[in-house]
């Protein structure tokens, strides 16, 4: 799995104009979904995005996680986040892996991270998504489940 985490002071994802998620302070995620990914990668990704010590505590230091300050996780499913570039100017998107497959596991995720203490909004998979930041900052981190283990 792959994310790219945002501290934000706001965020928000709409279809069509229509709201469908919004947070104020806390985390937006954009989540990238491989054929490989396990169990094992959701856990960790989970662990991590609901643990990040990025937002700052009362002597300025990045110190506390979205759970400490009462934020909440604005979650994103993109599967452009596994495009390669590498050959041409046309992204490849073949490490996404199937539609079914990726849907399944991101439906997984958004139940486990959900179970947590804190409050997450989601996208739709497969959507065509306006998503909306102010990203405060700006903090973005990228996170990889396959360069934990």
Known sequence: MRAVVQRVTSASVAIQGEAIGAIERGLLVLVGIKAEDTLKDMEYMISKISGLRIFEDEAGKMNLSVGDIG?????VPNFTLYGSAIKGMRPSFIASGSVEDARSKFKLFMEKLSRGQIPVEA?????????TLVNDGPVTILLESDKSF
């Open 123 to 131: 996208g739709i998979f497969q959507a065509d998504m306006q998503v």
């Open 71 to 75: 934020g909440k996780i604005l979650i």
